[in-house]
């Protein structure tokens, strides 16, 4: 696919619509990343739809640069009251690492990565729904 011309257009202008804003981590905390490290949140429910697609309405896209930095991109109807900040630098609290910390746990295949010993966040997790840190879980299903 990412050598078919008109898909690449197609994704980057579905990408370039969205708002934009660089999160910059100064807490005591690092940023998560994984296996999987482009997490999608969809924040509308649709009784169908999963709405979780890229250019989905509410779809949050997140993806960790470093341990400091984290790309976020929003659809932006639903994160209209965002828009002064599309393309700007950001400061993340702590609560705002807690949560793309938590996606990217969410969102792994097998491993989550932190520059430091801190997965407390990851440990919470699995704590709290273990059947989807089970080594043994269903991943894909064939019928």
């Given at each position: 696919?990412m050598?078919?011309?008109?898909?690449?257009?197609?994704?980057?202008?579905?990408?370039?619509?969205?708002?934009?804003?660089?999160?910059?981590?100064?807490?005591?905390?690092?940023?998560?990343?994984?296996?999987?490290?482009?997490?999608?949140?969809?924040?509308?429910?649709?009784?169908?739809?999963?709405?979780?697609?890229?250019?989905?309405?509410?779809?949050?896209?997140?993806?960790?640069?470093?341990?400091?930095?984290?790309?976020?991109?929003?659809?932006?109807?639903?994160?209209?009251?965002?828009?002064?900040?599309?393309?700007?630098?950001?400061?993340?609290?702590?609560?705002?690492?807690?949560?793309?910390?938590?996606?990217?746990v969410?969102?792994?295949?097998?491993?989550?990565?932190?520059?430091?010993?801190?997965?407390?966040?990851?440990r919470?997790?699995?704590?709290?729904?273990?059947a989807?840190?089970?080594?043994?879980?269903?991943?894909?299903?064939?019928?």
């Amino acid at each position: 696919m990412m050598f078919d011309d008109k898909f690449v257009d197609w994704l980057t202008n579905i990408m370039y619509d969205h708002i934009l804003v660089l999160g910059k981590n100064d807490t005591g905390h690092k940023l998560y990343t994984s296996d999987n490290p482009l997490v999608r949140q969809p924040h509308k429910v649709h009784p169908f739809l999963g709405n979780a697609g890229i250019g989905s309405p509410g779809i949050e896209l997140a993806m960790p640069l470093s341990s400091e930095t984290t790309l976020i991109f929003m659809e932006r109807t639903h994160f209209a009251s965002w828009a002064k900040w599309d393309r700007k630098v950001v400061s993340l609290k702590p609560g705002h690492v807690q949560y793309y910390n938590s996606l990217q746990v969410k969102g792994c295949d097998r491993q989550v990565y932190c520059a430091s010993d801190d997965f407390d966040v990851a440990r919470e997790f699995c704590r709290r729904w273990p059947a989807r840190c089970a080594e043994e879980r269903r991943r894909v299903v064939v019928e």
